[in-house]
């Protein structure tokens, strides 16, 4: 089920967040009273929402305000895989994300990003939806289907 919170809708402890931020999306949990647990850089200087291009390699969970963490963009509740799999009690999930906040865990676009982390609480299932999408259109990109994905000096 996906609500899109212009509706007005509010989201419930351990519901998916799902942020628009251009060329990609962001996932959080909702926690409640307004906060999300999500991974961000460990870098202050680095926006929150703006972590998952980081090259890092490791990113911190972290609980903030939703509002501060979309800023100005738009975001929904995406509960999209509860068909597919059982979701875990929403107390269970919110318990599991705020106990990794303050840790650090690896960050791979590919294999551990934060949609990978938000469906390992909340359905104890690591899969990202945007990383496979990406990878299918990398493998035709590599047999000459699309252009080039980034712009790089000398190609």
């Known amino acids: 089920m996906i609500f899109l919170l212009q509706d007005r809708r509010k989201p419930k402890r351990g519901d998916l967040i799902e942020i628009f931020c251009g060329g990609f999306e962001h996932w959080a949990i909702y926690v409640g009273k307004g906060y999300v647990v999500h991974l961000a850089s460990p870098i202050d200087d680095i926006p929150s929402k703006y972590s998952i291009p980081c090259v890092c390699g490791v990113l911190q969970v972290t609980k903030e305000l939703l509002s501060v963490v979309a800023g100005g963009d738009a975001y929904r509740i995406n509960n999209k895989n509860n068909e597919e799999y059982d979701p875990l009690p929403p ?46 259109l990398r493998k035709f990109h590599g047999m000459g289907l699309f252009p080039p994905l980034i712009a790089r000096p000398g190609i």
């Open 91 to 136: 107390q269970k999930v919110v318990q599991q994300a705020e106990k990794m906040v303050g840790k650090e865990v690896s960050y791979s676009v590919t294999s551990n990003n934060c949609e990978h982390f938000v469906n390992a609480l909340r359905y104890r299932v690591s899969r990202s939806d945007q990383c496979s999408l990406f990878c299918f």
